[in-house]
């Protein structure tokens, strides 16, 4: 039908819940294909998303963060690394502690 899905957030809540449970940049396949591909690991996030025909809205008010999210055009990630970093979505979608039990 024409939709696109928007990935609003698509690099975590990592100021708000540090850690490797709670960070996509900490996870280890991500931080390994980070290392093969000479990019950060928000930017193999980010190149996940485009891959998967995801349009992304990623927010920074640093200026370098803002330039190396716009680097992304000169590598893809294989047909088999995106199918294993699909794999780490989480069915609810969350990457934080559910709003209805946590305790804020």
Same mark, same amino acid.
């Given at each position: ?6 990935? #609003?957030?698509?690099?975590g809540?990592w #100021?708000? *819940?540090?850690?490797p449970?709670?960070s996509?940049?900490q ?19 980010? &190149?996940w *998303?485009?891959?998967?025909?995801l ?9 370098? &963060?803002?330039?190396?999210?716009f680097q ?13 970093l699909?794999k780490l979505?989480?069915k609810?979608? &969350?990457l ?8 804020f």
């Amino acid at each position: 039908m024409g939709i696109i899905t928007q990935s #609003w957030s698509p690099l975590g809540l990592w #100021w708000q *819940h540090p850690g490797p449970s709670s960070s996509p940049l900490q996870d280890p396949q991500i931080l390994k294909l980070s290392e093969r591909y000479g990019k950060t690991p928000a930017q193999i996030i980010l &190149r996940w *998303h485009l891959d998967s025909g995801l349009a992304t809205i990623s927010k920074s008010i640093r200026p370098e &963060r803002i330039v190396e999210n716009f680097q992304l055009f000169d590598f893809a990630l294989t047909p088999d690394e995106l199918a294993a970093l699909s794999k780490l979505d989480r069915k609810d979608g &969350r990457l934080g502690p559910d709003p209805e039990t946590a305790d804020f």
